[in-house]
């Protein structure tokens, strides 16, 4: 697939077939790539890659003999990642088309270097709730996925009894909402039905993760143009206080909870405390708070707008400190698109505009543009975009250039430059935050199991327990 990152072509790597004789009967590999330039769980260091049905059967110095049907080299200044992981995708497949769909989703991941999403149980309808709708949703996504699949069963009032059979179906864990989630279908749960909930997570070992807001700190978004108003819609108090009941939920309960698109950095000292007490406690963070800021975004731009919202440049330094102590454990999308009529372009009103980041295939790009200018490397960015995310949802195949992991792979070109044209994109709708940004970072190709991501889905369906 190529025109990954905008409209940028290139065939920077030397791909080459061959018919070998190997010594002693034993079989070639079926790709070995050469890399100067790797990053691998040890390291960035030379090496070379050994693909046999799919796997990496072999990871060995860059200059060792391994004979093999096809080659790969590396070009200069490309560097081989592992395919990221992103488990937070809305792709809203069935019933809001429209907004995006498996196909156009999981081109854009590919094409922005991840090659595995794991889908959110609300946007779609019907909500995957329970394992009939987890069928529906399996169904529709077969056949058109670029990249592997896996997706969260969501938890609602009145779903508890579904949670096990949801589970042994093999979603990934389980999504919440502490308010309001914007879609009728799919409402949030109270106090009691939270440690309800958690309290069969607990039994199962399965995840919880929770949309961390207070509805009874948020107010009403006003009818505006001004960021200004909206972003005081939704103080840091209710990204704390809600945080606090998740934590004083997971305590009592025992339950591994995670908490999704963490925008307060004020909050992360009472999370770095639980995590030190003892609490299953995971936290992830977006590209779009790590890279944008309450101070650039124009009055009237609702592609900005998301909930919680985007704040100010000293939270966002905040943010970058929290996943250098770790306290922070991954970065994920939060790709939430919707039609350019449901993001009020016309009107620019915060109030009434769908709130949604669509950058699934931008956020390698995004971070690692931001994480060079403070020095941070490229295994940070696989360590918070691969191996973290796998590790989260117990995809031990997944996440990192290691024996026995699927050859899932990126060709990276970390000083490639590009400006975002959302026309170039593969998503649905040509709507993003990053438009016109100029961005570093190209991902030049994409390898699912050892084969280039193409025009024709070779996506799988994942599914297991953590």
């Not at 704040?311 to 991954?330: F, H, P, V």
Request: hydrophobic share 40%; with cysteine.
């Amino acid at each position: 697939m190529n025109s990954p990152n905008g409209g940028h072509v290139s065939q920077p790597t030397s791909l080459s077939s061959s018919n070998v004789t190997v010594p002693g009967g034993s079989d070639p590999y079926d790709l070995v790539i050469r890399a100067d330039r790797a990053i691998l769980p040890g390291g960035e260091q030379p090496a070379q890659i050994g693909v046999r049905a799919g796997r990496i059967a072999t990871v060995t110095g860059r200059d060792e003999p391994l004979l093999a049907t096809e080659t790969l080299d590396l070009g200069p200044g490309e560097v081989l990642l592992p395919g990221l992981v992103d488990t937070h995708v809305h792709v809203n497949e069935p019933g809001r088309t429209e907004w995006e769909g498996f196909a156009s989703a999981t081109r854009a991941a590919a094409a922005g270097g991840v090659t595995t999403i794991v889908d959110m149980p609300l946007n779609s309808f019907p909500p995957t709730t329970n394992v009939a709708a987890l069928e529906v949703k399996r169904e529709t996504a077969r056949n058109q996925a670029f990249v592997d699949v896996g997706f969260w069963g969501g938890a609602v009032p009145g779903n508890v009894e579904h949670l096990p059979a949801l589970h042994e179906a093999g979603v990934l864990g389980f999504k919440c909402f502490l308010l309001d989630s914007g879609v009728p279908e799919f409402p949030p749960l109270g106090p009691d039905e939270l440690e309800q909930h958690l309290q069969v997570v607990a039994g199962l070992d399965a995840l919880m993760i929770v949309h961390a807001e207070s509805g009874a700190v948020v107010q009403e978004a006003p009818r505006s143009r001004r960021y200004a108003d909206f972003l005081a819609s939704r103080s840091p108090q209710a990204e704390e206080e809600a945080i606090g009941q998740v934590i004083d939920a997971a305590r009592s309960t025992g339950a591994r909870v995670h908490i999704v698109h963490l925008s307060h950095a004020g909050a992360l000292p009472m999370i770095a405390r639980a995590k030190a007490e003892g609490v299953r406690l995971t936290v992830e963070t977006c590209p779009h708070y790590l890279t944008l800021d309450a101070q650039s975004i124009p009055d009237g731009a609702t592609t900005y707008k998301c909930c919680p919202p985007i704040r100010n440049k000293t939270n966002q330094d905040g943010l970058w400190q929290g996943l250098a102590d770790g306290t922070i454990d991954i970065i994920v999308s939060d790709h939430s698109p919707s039609t350019a009529a449901l993001k009020g372009l016309d009107s620019g009103d915060f109030g009434t505009a769908w709130g949604g980041i669509s950058s699934l295939q931008l956020g390698l790009a995004a971070v690692w543009t931001n994480a060079r200018a403070r020095r941070f490397t490229l295994e940070h960015a696989a360590r918070w975009m691969a191996a973290g995310p796998a590790n989260l949802v117990g995809l031990g195949r997944k996440g990192a250039i290691a024996e026995g992991r699927d050859a899932d792979l990126s060709v990276f070109d970390p000083e490639g430059t590009f400006v975002v044209d959302p026309a170039q994109l593969h998503h649905k709708n040509p709507l993003t935050a990053y438009a016109g940004q100029e961005l570093t970072g190209v991902v030049r190709r994409t390898l699912l199991r050892g084969r280039w991501v193409s025009d024709v889905p070779q996506g799988t369906l994942i599914g297991g327990h953590p």
